[in-house]
């Protein structure tokens, strides 16, 4: 029994100890933020917003980092990062739960205590102009996530053993295709077709290709 209570007493310092460092790193980062003027922040805030409305191919943290500089602000790279991270986070998060201005205020007092009343009140403006914005654009892409393909191979064999697929001693074509899901997670499709399978395969690849070249 006491060397049962000794491990939950080291496990619960742990757990302490881990909570102690989310939360010093949250403060730490929000501090940095509440450093941000108001118009600083909020020229940061539309950066992301516009990035996550789809008007933007993404965020240029560069850019940010030079009006940071000129405006008097000196954040090393990875504090600017975080700021970054966490702001594209937030409004993600916002967006894809449909949260209104003031329930993104109650989550963000609720996650620190150390956000300025300014701050907020940026955040508070720009999410509820351009929320509604980015949880359209979110459910968009949801309809539309599709993977990307980024690599193809494949190779000749010969069936040693009969399935439904092809016959003893026959040829075959094996394809592998690694793709990006919308995630952004790289995965692998392999799939077998017969000769004759494979080619109506590349008679619709040409057919596609005579198409695209009309475009």
Known sequence: DHWLWLQKYRGDLVINELLHFCISGTNKLVDNICRLSPDLLAEACQHILTYLQGQARGVDSAEISDRFQRAG???DHEALQNIIRFLLITFRSAGKNNLSGDDLVL???EGSNKWSKASLQ???SLWS???ALVHAQ???QTM?????LVDIQWKLGMAVSSDTCRSLNSPYVSLLLKIIEPSGQICQRSFEMTIPQFQNFHKQFKEMAAVMETV
């Open 138 to 140: 979110q459910q968009v």
């Open 144 to 148: 539309l996530s599709i993977g990307q």
């Open 129 to 131: 102009e351009h929320g």
């Open 122 to 124: 940026v955040l508070h």
């Open 107 to 109: 989550r963000l007092e």
């Open 73 to 75: 602000v000196r954040l």
